[in-house]
């Protein structure tokens, strides 16, 4: 069965990387697939979240990295994917998860979403955080690969 992890990944956290492994072990393939969201302004281009994506899931063999641009059941069907991953961390995200979840299952009744818990370690983990903490120069080690983590390094020097 095929399986699409969507977001912004702006950029990719450990978080998300512990849903990636998680759900690749479950699926026999995992497309892990960037999406603007029209909502937030971004950091790194989708080019560059691409680019850090490979980079840490090189070494698991059933996940491929994607974009898309419309709609994600649209996108879900193209592909094949008949489940949509989506991590969950606290009651916060619930809502407009749940939201998300009920509209695309109106849109497209055969594809069902998948709702992983996140490791407890990363619970309060979000890339609009570790942007932050990394604006100011804050150590995002131990939160995010190390690839992002030299990334948001550079992101920032090159600004300041
Ligand atoms: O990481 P994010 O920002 O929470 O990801 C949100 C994302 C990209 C998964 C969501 O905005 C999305 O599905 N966008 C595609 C457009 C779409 O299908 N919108 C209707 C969803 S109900």
């Given at each position: 069965?095929?399986?699409?992890y969507?977001g912004?990944?702006?950029?990719?956290?450990?978080?998300?990387?512990?849903?990636?492994?998680?759900?690749?072990?479950?699926?026999?393939?995992?497309?892990?697939?960037?999406?603007?969201?029209?909502?937030?302004?971004?950091?790194?281009?989708?080019?560059?979240?691409?680019?850090?994506?490979?980079?840490?899931?090189?070494?698991i063999?059933?996940?491929?990295?994607?974009?898309?641009?419309?709609?994600?059941?649209?996108?879900?069907?193209?592909?094949?994917?008949?489940?949509?991953?989506?991590?969950?961390?606290?009651?916060?995200?619930f809502?407009?998860?749940?939201?998300?979840?009920?509209?695309?299952?109106?849109l497209?009744?055969?594809?069902?979403?998948?709702?992983?818990?996140?490791?407890?370690?990363?619970?309060?983990?979000?890339s609009?955080?570790?942007?932050?903490?990394?604006?100011?120069?804050?150590?995002?080690?131990?939160?995010?690969?190390?690839?992002?983590?030299e990334?948001?390094?550079?992101?920032?020097?090159?600004?300041?």
């Open positions: 069965m095929k399986a699409i969507p912004s990944f702006d950029p990719v956290t450990n978080g998300h990387l512990d849903i990636i492994e998680r759900a690749a072990n479950l699926f026999d393939e995992l497309v892990v697939a960037v999406a603007p969201n029209i909502d937030k302004k971004a950091l790194f281009t989708v080019e560059e979240r691409l680019e850090m994506l490979r980079e840490v899931c090189k070494e063999p059933n996940v491929t990295v994607d974009s898309f641009t419309g709609l994600l059941v649209r996108y879900a069907a193209e592909q094949n994917a008949s489940v949509i991953i989506k991590g969950l961390r606290a009651l916060s995200d809502e407009f998860e749940f939201e998300m979840a009920l509209m695309n299952r109106r497209d009744s055969g594809i069902e979403t998948v709702f992983m818990m996140t490791n407890a370690e990363y619970s309060y983990l979000s609009s955080i570790v942007k932050e903490v990394a604006s100011f120069g804050g150590s995002v080690s131990g939160l995010v690969p190390k690839v992002v983590e990334r948001l390094i550079s992101k920032f020097s090159i600004r300041s």
